[in-house]
Protein backbone atom coordinates (compact mmCIF):
# COMPACT_ATOMS: atom_id res chain seq x y z
CA UNK A 1 0.00 0.00 0.00
CA UNK A 2 1.49 3.70 -0.67
CA UNK A 3 2.78 5.69 1.60
CA UNK A 4 0.20 8.06 0.99
CA UNK A 5 -2.79 5.94 1.03
CA UNK A 6 -2.06 5.12 4.35
CA UNK A 7 -2.03 8.62 5.70
CA UNK A 8 -5.16 9.59 3.77
CA UNK A 9 -6.88 6.69 5.21
CA UNK A 10 -6.21 5.74 9.01
CA UNK A 11 -4.06 9.05 10.60
CA UNK A 12 -0.88 7.81 10.52
CA UNK A 13 2.21 9.52 9.13
CA UNK A 14 5.45 7.86 8.40
CA UNK A 15 8.50 8.69 10.64
CA UNK A 16 12.04 8.19 9.28
CA UNK A 17 13.39 4.52 8.47
CA UNK A 18 9.28 3.53 7.36
CA UNK A 19 8.13 3.43 11.14
CA UNK A 20 4.48 4.31 11.76
CA UNK A 21 2.86 6.72 14.36
CA UNK A 22 -0.76 7.14 15.08
CA UNK A 23 -1.55 11.49 14.36
CA UNK A 24 -3.51 12.82 17.32
CA UNK A 25 -6.93 13.52 16.30
CA UNK A 26 -8.28 16.63 17.64
CA UNK A 27 -12.13 16.71 17.66
CA UNK A 28 -14.22 19.07 15.92
CA UNK A 29 -15.58 21.69 18.10
CA UNK A 30 -19.30 23.33 17.41
CA UNK A 31 -19.68 26.89 18.07
CA UNK A 32 -22.56 25.59 20.79
CA UNK A 33 -23.57 22.63 23.09
CA UNK A 34 -26.30 20.62 22.28
CA UNK A 35 -28.13 18.58 24.61
CA UNK A 36 -30.45 14.96 23.50
CA UNK A 37 -33.92 14.55 25.12
CA UNK A 38 -35.94 11.68 25.43
CA UNK A 39 -39.66 11.68 26.24
CA UNK A 40 -41.84 8.40 25.82
CA UNK A 41 -45.20 9.23 26.16
CA UNK A 42 -46.55 5.30 25.37
CA UNK A 43 -47.08 5.05 29.37
CA UNK A 44 -48.21 7.84 31.09
CA UNK A 45 -48.32 7.28 34.97
CA UNK A 46 -51.98 8.01 36.00
CA UNK A 47 -52.42 11.85 36.74
CA UNK A 48 -48.74 12.83 35.69
CA UNK A 49 -48.15 16.19 34.25
CA UNK A 50 -47.03 16.56 30.66
CA UNK A 51 -43.26 16.45 30.38
CA UNK A 52 -42.75 13.98 33.63
CA UNK A 53 -41.34 11.49 31.35
CA UNK A 54 -38.91 13.94 29.86
CA UNK A 55 -35.25 13.00 30.39
CA UNK A 56 -31.98 14.50 29.58
CA UNK A 57 -29.78 12.02 27.58
CA UNK A 58 -26.39 13.46 26.58
CA UNK A 59 -25.38 16.91 25.82
CA UNK A 60 -22.56 17.13 23.40
CA UNK A 61 -20.07 19.63 21.58
CA UNK A 62 -18.13 17.78 18.85
CA UNK A 63 -18.79 16.58 15.77
CA UNK A 64 -17.40 13.40 16.20
CA UNK A 65 -19.72 12.99 19.46
CA UNK A 66 -22.68 13.76 17.38
CA UNK A 67 -21.84 10.96 14.90
CA UNK A 68 -21.80 8.68 17.76
CA UNK A 69 -25.04 9.13 19.70
CA UNK A 70 -26.81 9.81 16.55
CA UNK A 71 -25.59 6.06 14.80
CA UNK A 72 -26.11 4.66 17.96
CA UNK A 73 -29.14 5.79 19.69
CA UNK A 74 -30.49 9.32 18.18
CA UNK A 75 -32.87 7.95 15.19
CA UNK A 76 -36.32 8.34 14.90
CA UNK A 77 -37.24 5.26 13.16
CA UNK A 78 -35.97 3.16 16.62
CA UNK A 79 -38.57 4.98 18.83
CA UNK A 80 -41.11 3.74 20.09
CA UNK A 81 -44.65 4.32 19.09
CA UNK A 82 -45.71 8.02 21.22
CA UNK A 83 -42.24 8.91 21.81
CA UNK A 84 -40.01 12.36 21.10
CA UNK A 85 -36.34 13.04 20.68
CA UNK A 86 -35.53 16.30 21.09
CA UNK A 87 -32.48 18.20 20.50
CA UNK A 88 -32.09 21.32 21.94
CA UNK A 89 -29.13 24.19 22.62
CA UNK A 90 -27.71 22.98 26.06
CA UNK A 91 -29.23 25.04 28.88
CA UNK A 92 -32.75 25.18 27.20
CA UNK A 93 -35.61 22.07 28.60
CA UNK A 94 -38.05 21.23 25.04
CA UNK A 95 -40.29 22.93 27.71
CA UNK A 96 -43.00 25.78 26.86
CA UNK A 97 -42.09 26.77 30.80
CA UNK A 98 -38.91 27.53 29.72
CA UNK A 99 -37.56 31.08 29.69
CA UNK A 100 -36.25 30.45 26.11
CA UNK A 101 -39.30 29.12 24.75
CA UNK A 102 -41.81 31.11 26.76
CA UNK A 103 -42.58 33.35 24.12
CA UNK A 104 -41.46 31.26 20.82
CA UNK A 105 -43.28 28.85 18.82
CA UNK A 106 -42.26 26.11 16.14
CA UNK A 107 -42.74 25.38 12.74
CA UNK A 108 -44.55 21.64 12.01
CA UNK A 109 -43.91 19.04 9.13
CA UNK A 110 -45.29 15.74 9.14
CA UNK A 111 -44.69 12.53 7.45
CA UNK A 112 -45.86 9.45 6.91
CA UNK A 113 -42.67 7.14 6.16
CA UNK A 114 -40.08 6.66 8.60
CA UNK A 115 -37.37 7.15 6.96
CA UNK A 116 -38.51 10.00 5.39
CA UNK A 117 -38.50 11.08 9.33
CA UNK A 118 -34.99 10.16 10.11
CA UNK A 119 -33.83 12.16 6.77
CA UNK A 120 -35.67 15.31 7.98
CA UNK A 121 -34.27 15.14 11.48
CA UNK A 122 -31.17 14.05 10.39
CA UNK A 123 -30.45 17.11 7.96
CA UNK A 124 -32.42 19.54 10.57
CA UNK A 125 -29.57 18.78 13.09
CA UNK A 126 -26.70 18.74 10.87
CA UNK A 127 -28.12 22.45 10.02
CA UNK A 128 -28.45 23.29 13.46
CA UNK A 129 -25.15 22.00 14.72
CA UNK A 130 -23.49 23.67 11.55
CA UNK A 131 -24.83 26.95 12.40
CA UNK A 132 -26.77 26.95 8.70
CA UNK A 133 -29.27 29.67 9.78
CA UNK A 134 -28.72 32.79 9.40
CA UNK A 135 -31.41 33.89 12.43
CA UNK A 136 -29.24 30.59 14.32
CA UNK A 137 -29.52 32.66 18.02
CA UNK A 138 -33.48 32.69 17.49
CA UNK A 139 -33.39 28.52 17.50
CA UNK A 140 -33.96 26.68 20.45
CA UNK A 141 -34.23 23.56 19.13
CA UNK A 142 -35.79 20.49 17.30
CA UNK A 143 -38.35 17.94 18.29
CA UNK A 144 -38.90 14.55 16.16
CA UNK A 145 -42.44 12.79 17.33
CA UNK A 146 -43.27 9.69 16.26
CA UNK A 147 -46.57 8.85 16.40
CA UNK A 148 -49.51 5.96 15.09
CA UNK A 149 -50.62 8.21 12.36
CA UNK A 150 -47.68 10.38 11.19
CA UNK A 151 -44.78 11.20 12.39
CA UNK A 152 -43.87 15.45 13.11
CA UNK A 153 -40.69 16.80 13.12
CA UNK A 154 -41.15 20.17 15.22
CA UNK A 155 -38.53 23.20 14.98
CA UNK A 156 -38.81 25.87 17.83
CA UNK A 157 -37.91 29.63 18.37
CA UNK A 158 -37.69 32.03 20.46
CA UNK A 159 -39.66 35.38 19.54
CA UNK A 160 -42.98 34.13 17.88
CA UNK A 161 -44.23 37.80 17.35
CA UNK A 162 -41.22 39.01 14.97
CA UNK A 163 -42.84 37.36 11.64
CA UNK A 164 -39.99 38.56 9.07
CA UNK A 165 -37.52 36.42 11.53
CA UNK A 166 -40.10 33.48 11.53
CA UNK A 167 -40.83 33.46 8.23
CA UNK A 168 -37.34 33.91 7.19
CA UNK A 169 -36.22 30.40 8.84
CA UNK A 170 -39.31 28.60 7.86
CA UNK A 171 -38.07 29.42 4.02
CA UNK A 172 -34.53 27.97 5.08
CA UNK A 173 -35.82 25.24 6.99
CA UNK A 174 -37.97 23.57 3.95
CA UNK A 175 -34.75 23.94 1.88
CA UNK A 176 -32.60 22.38 4.20
CA UNK A 177 -35.30 19.20 4.53
CA UNK A 178 -36.51 19.79 1.13
CA UNK A 179 -40.34 20.28 1.92
CA UNK A 180 -42.34 21.87 -1.44
CA UNK A 181 -46.27 21.70 0.78
CA UNK A 182 -46.93 25.09 2.43
CA UNK A 183 -45.48 24.16 6.66
CA UNK A 184 -47.25 26.04 9.65
CA UNK A 185 -46.19 28.50 12.54
CA UNK A 186 -48.02 27.89 15.31
CA UNK A 187 -47.85 29.93 18.65
CA UNK A 188 -46.87 28.20 21.85
CA UNK A 189 -49.48 30.82 23.77
CA UNK A 190 -51.76 29.29 21.37
CA UNK A 191 -50.91 26.11 21.68
CA UNK A 192 -51.53 26.18 25.63
CA UNK A 193 -55.07 27.52 25.32
CA UNK A 194 -56.15 25.14 22.16
CA UNK A 195 -55.12 21.26 21.65
CA UNK A 196 -55.11 22.37 17.80
CA UNK A 197 -53.43 25.78 17.16
CA UNK A 198 -54.12 27.23 14.12
CA UNK A 199 -51.18 28.10 12.49
CA UNK A 200 -50.07 31.85 12.59
CA UNK A 201 -47.76 32.12 9.42
CA UNK A 202 -47.09 29.59 6.78
CA UNK A 203 -44.77 29.38 3.91
Known amino acids: MAEEEVAGGGGLESMGGGEMVEESKQPHRLERKWTFWFDNQSKPKQGAAWGSSLRKA ?61 TMWLETLMALIGEQFDESDEICGVVA ?38 IQYSFHDDSRREKSARGRYNV
Open 58 to 118: HTFDTVEEFWCLYDQIFRPSKLVGNADFHCFKAGIEPKWEDPECANGGKWSVTSSRKANLD
Open 145 to 182: SVRQRQDKLALWTKTATNEAVQTSIGRKWKEIIDVTDK
